[in-house]
């Protein structure tokens, strides 16, 4: 089947914002995810927006999803260097199913 | 208690030894999952119980043997391992709603 995509790399400077950006694959997902994953670490639950919503913000974090490009961003405000980690989008297509993107390693320098 | 542990956090073992990891949640979530996740790539779902009763299997090799004894505890039982099954093994649990919380994994090596 087709991947869930995100660009592989993200490199911001501690301050500015970081735009992490996932095409999925399954227009029927009711909801969408992201998940931070920390070296040597399991998966943390950021934050997840429901399929009938367009924008969530949560703190730091906005999610924005576009259903008609099947596009979901996360957006983190003043990037902290402890926000360096992997983050995936994740996808769910069926009950108790996640499909998950390919991630993308955000690297935050200062 | 509100989290997800996992033991053993590493875990070596040749081809022919037969060994388990451990899955615990004592948040009363009714579905306990096992996930395999190689480097640098995202988890991949192996098996999912739903109130204690296998409901996922996605086609996973039977040398991985899963198994839930009570609606807290999930074992995944190993034999027979290859070196292309080093991984990390993550485990995670959902409550009545849709979220899914993982524990830290157990990394597997097989010589």
């Known amino acids: 089947g087709e991947d869930v995509e995100q660009s592989l790399f993200l490199s911001v400077r501690e301050g500015d914002s970081s735009v992490i950006n996932c095409t999925y694959t399954d227009s029927s997902s009711t909801y969408l995810y992201w998940y931070k994953q920390e070296p040597g670490a399991g998966l943390q639950l950021l934050t997840y927006i429901f399929s009938n919503m367009d924008m969530k913000q949560d703190q730091r974090l906005t999610v924005l999803l576009n259903k008609k490009d099947k596009h979901l961003s996360l957006r983190i405000a003043d990037t902290q260097t402890g926000d360096s980690a992997i983050y995936f989008c994740?996808?769910?297509?069926?009950?108790?199913?996640?499909?998950f993107g390919t991630g993308t390693r955000l690297q935050v320098f200062p | 208690d509100t989290e997800v542990t996992q033991t053993p956090k590493h875990l070596v073992m040749g081809m022919t030894n037969k060994k388990s990891l451990k899955c615990e949640q004592h948040m009363g979530h009714r579905a306990m999952y096992w996930y395999k996740q190689k480097a640098k790539k995202p988890p991949e779902l192996m098996f999912v119980?739903?109130?204690?009763?296998?409901?996922i299997n996605e086609s996973v090799p039977s040398r991985f043997s899963p198994e839930c004894p009570n609606s807290s505890l999930l074992n995944l039982h190993l034999h027979a391992l290859q070196p292309e099954d080093s991984a990390l093994y993550l485990c995670?649990?959902?409550?009545?709603?849709?979220?899914?919380?993982f524990g830290p994994g157990t990394r597997l090596t097989v010589l």
């Open positions: 994740a996808e769910r297509p069926d009950t108790d199913k996640l499909i």
């Open positions: 995670a649990s959902s409550p009545e709603t849709h979220e899914q919380f």
């Open positions: 119980y739903s109130y204690e009763k296998l409901s």
